[in-house]
């Protein structure tokens, strides 16, 4: 009898673990799945020390060209998942303990707040010590194991690479051991970046190594369709419902942005409405719409006094009508801004033949990107 029970007992285990190991197996097989639109997650390291005024002008020209190069990308016919990171490093302004680096904004999908964060940036002597923050951002930042990840640090500066008490060619193979390219940016002539080791440090780290003026305009191209952009921007931003805690404060930084990036150029402010009206472009931590396409359930879990005054009140049939009403708004003007896009850009390329591209950060990053996503796989959206 005892025998019979310990069969049996062998013959059931057997089927239970024939059937997790293929539970286990497509579980795997999901999550590839899941992973195969891939993501890109970009790490800024400038330099805001004294000289470097020009290179955070440049960055704020740039950052929502640099977001739509990257929307533009797939993976396995997938649109990726992306996230930025802004530091900051040789500012004077910054302790001697950190070795004059500061995380300004981790790894995040909330690009009103990189706006945000860059445009507050400001340049104060200092020394730049460029292993310090590469080993900073390699260990601190919350990089993505996929495989099929794109991890980009971008590194920009003027002064030796070797400086400082981290050495860089150490700095740079942890990073390499994690999948992460280091692209180098030295802001200066192309020998003397050589000589420096910022080349050295690009070639180490998979990437690429560029040399830019810093001190020179970002030039812009005006196309006639940016007005009509604009219109559609505003038309955009009245489809937002802010709430909770955040909304009115979070819908504010939305329209500071906008006049940010309208600051530096219309052509700026249509790049930025642009990237706004794209997937990447999502704040369900406070906008309802958002919330509400990432969660149908949303409205029937929100609590009255989360909701903006104009909703108190209101029934969840009402609430749903009106959320859904913004959403449906919201979708057409983003297909209408999407059509300028694309006329945009043509326009843009068409003039670029004429005057050649300017060697500038944002062109810099432009470029690297699209030659380091073809190496992982991803193509460029028709």
């Not at 009898?1 to 049996?8: D, Q, Y």
């Not at 409405?273 to 931590?285: C, I, L, M, Q």
């Not at 919201?330 to 896009?341: M, V």
């Amino acid at each position: 009898m005892k025998k019979l029970i310990l069969s049996t007992v062998v013959f059931l285990f057997g089927i239970f673990f024939v059937q997790a190991k293929t539970s286990n197996e497509l579980s795997d097989l999901k999550s590839d799945e899941l992973a195969s639109g891939g993501s890109i997650q970009v790490a800024l390291l400038l330099d805001t020390s004294n000289s470097m005024d020009g290179l955070i002008n440049q960055a704020k020209a740039r950052l929502w060209t640099i977001v739509n190069t990257m929307t533009t990308l797939r993976y396995n016919g997938k649109a990726p998942e992306i996230e930025i990171s802004l530091y900051e490093y040789g500012n004077s302004g910054l302790s001697q303990e950190s070795d004059y680096i500061r995380q300004v904004v981790g790894l995040t999908n909330d690009l009103d707040l990189i706006s945000e964060h860059l445009f507050a940036l400001r340049t104060n002597g200092g020394s730049e010590y460029c292993g310090a923050v590469i080993i900073d951002a390699t260990k601190k930042l919350d990089w993505n194991a996929d495989k099929n990840a794109m991890k980009l640090i971008y590194i920009a500066g003027n002064e030796p690479f070797d400086q400082g008490s981290v050495n860089y060619k150490e700095a740079i193979a942890d990073a390499v051991k994690k999948g992460v390219f280091i692209n180098t940016i030295f802001c200066g002539n192309n020998q003397e970046g050589i000589r420096t080791h910022w080349k050295d440090g690009a070639d180490r780290g998979n990437g690429k190594y560029f040399h830019i003026d810093s001190d020179a305009r970002v030039r812009y191209i005006i196309t006639p369709y940016d007005d009509q952009i604009t219109v559609c921007n505003q038309q955009l931003n009245a489809t937002y419902i802010g709430y909770g805690s955040a909304g009115r404060a979070k819908k504010a930084s939305q329209v500071q942005q906008d006049a940010a990036a309208e600051g530096i150029s219309t052509a700026n402010y249509a790049e930025r409405t642009v990237a706004k009206a794209g997937a990447v472009y999502r704040n369900e931590s406070w906008d309802l719409v958002d919330r509400v396409n990432s969660d149908p359930k949303a409205l029937s879990e929100i609590e009255e006094d989360e909701l903006p005054e104009e909703l108190k009140g209101k029934s969840k049939a009402q609430l749903e009508a009106y959320v859904n009403a913004k959403a449906k708004e919201r979708e057409q003007i983003q297909k209408e801004i999407a059509e300028l896009a694309k006329k945009r850009q043509a326009f843009i390329e068409k003039e670029q033949t004429k005057e050649g591209t300017q060697d500038d950060l944002g062109n810099a990053i432009v470029s690297s990107i699209q030659d380091i996503a073809k190496l992982k796989g991803f193509k460029v959206e028709e």
